[in-house]
């Protein structure tokens, strides 16, 4: 048996809808797979788990043809948004439930079963019933069950989208641990930004059932290729053309510190946008009139819209807000430092 992960090419045609992605995942990494509501991510997913038929490409996993064979069949692990544990089961026996399908003895299974929930800290809940169990909790024992089988692919779909924002957090990084410590491929969905930066080595944008960027998460988060991607990684982004350190955005010149020819994009940071009464003195050369299109509480600060020659996100502290007054459809001076911007080949 070679061990060489996850190779896929992922057909799936829907009346108004085509997926078609390759994923390859080599053993031990996790990819997250992000994208617009629609995507497809969750029909990929699917696909992988022979829950739905495919129109065309194959499934391979270590070698081994994996598309003809029945879901129950596939050396697959799933944690899903909502867990789906048998209620009528006792944690212990949720995770036994895998094993004793496989064949494997009654006591064997319970052997397992309690060195899983042991790992994922929970041996003291063994007993409880599902109802029992809190969101983390039972979270934990959709993990253990998914690991109960000895999968070679792990698929989470939404796995922490269930949880309140503390335990999201614990919990986050306990998956984080567990997801390390498993020597197979993992493929994670999910729509928080956050989940996959922490708990992907590798992230695959997906936007109309086609890959548009894929990467480490620090790369794609630094250079996003798409709007959804820009706004995912909180960035404001164009695409023009570079001539030297200027990139032409319609009507806007934007000056960069990097020297770039051709298609490119330019990036920068909201909080990067100084704004401004009236034209500021000196003049920095990333220098733009625009108008405000709205105005919202963003974290601790204010988020401006800005419509103009481009349109752009500003981000400003409630004292700046105080200080210039803005409101809806105001008139404004907007300036970005070209050291600020990030050009990249588009
Ligand atoms: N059973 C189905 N029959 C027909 N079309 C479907 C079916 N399930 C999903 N689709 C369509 O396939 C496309 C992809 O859906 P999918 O659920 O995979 O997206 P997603 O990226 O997981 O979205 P979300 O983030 O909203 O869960 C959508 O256009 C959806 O309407």
């Known amino acids: 048996m070679t061990a060489d992960g996850l190779r896929a090419t992922l057909v799936v045609h829907r009346p108004a809808f085509t997926l078609d992605i390759t994923l390859d995942v080599a053993p031990g990494e996790v990819v997250a797979l992000l994208g617009p509501n629609g995507a497809g991510k969750t029909t990929a997913l699917r696909a992988l788990a022979g829950l739905i038929p495919m129109s065309g490409g194959h499934i391979s996993l270590d070698g081994r043809p994996l598309h003809h064979l029945a879901p129950e069949q596939r050396p697959i692990g799933m944690v899903f948004q909502d867990y789906l544990l048998f209620p009528h089961l006792s944690a212990l026996d949720n995770v036994a439930f895998g094993p004793r399908c496989q064949g494997v003895s009654k006591a064997e299974a319970r052997r397992v079963a309690v060195a899983l929930l042991e790992r994922v800290g929970l041996a003291d809940r063994a007993a ?12 934990r024992v959709a993990l253990a069950r998914a690991l109960a089988v000895r999968p070679r692919l792990m698929l989470l779909d939404e796995p922490l989208a269930a949880l309140d924002a503390h335990t999201r957090l614990e919990i986050r990084s306990q998956l984080r641990r567990h997801l390390a410590g498993f020597d197979g491929a993992t493929v994670l969905v999910t729509h928080d930004p956050l989940d996959a930066m922490v708990l992907a080595d590798r992230l695959v944008v ?30 404001n982004l164009y695409r023009g053309i ?30 990067a946008v100084a704004l401004y009464r009236t034209r500021p003195d000196g003049s920095p050369r990333n220098l733009w009139q625009a108008t405000i299109g709205g105005i919202e509480r963003h974290g601790d600060n204010v988020r401006v819209h800005l419509d103009g020659p481009i349109t752009a996100f500003a981000d400003i502290t409630p004292a700046a807000l105080a200080d210039l007054q803005l409101s809806p459809g105001q008139r404004i001076w907007a300036s970005v430092k070209a050291t600020e911007t990030h050009a990249y080949p588009a």
């Open 128 to 139: 409880a019933k599902p109802r029992r169990l809190s969101g983390g909790q039972a979270q």
């Open 242 to 271: 570079g001539d030297g350190t200027r990139v032409e955005v319609g009507e806007l010149t934007l000056h960069t510190s990097e020297q770039l020819d051709g298609p490119a994009f330019v990036a920068f940071s909201p909080a």
């Open 206 to 235: 997906i936007e109309s059932g086609v890959v548009v960027q894929q990467g480490a998460p620090a790369e794609v988060a630094r250079r996003p290729r798409t709007g959804y991607v820009a706004r995912l990684v909180g960035l």
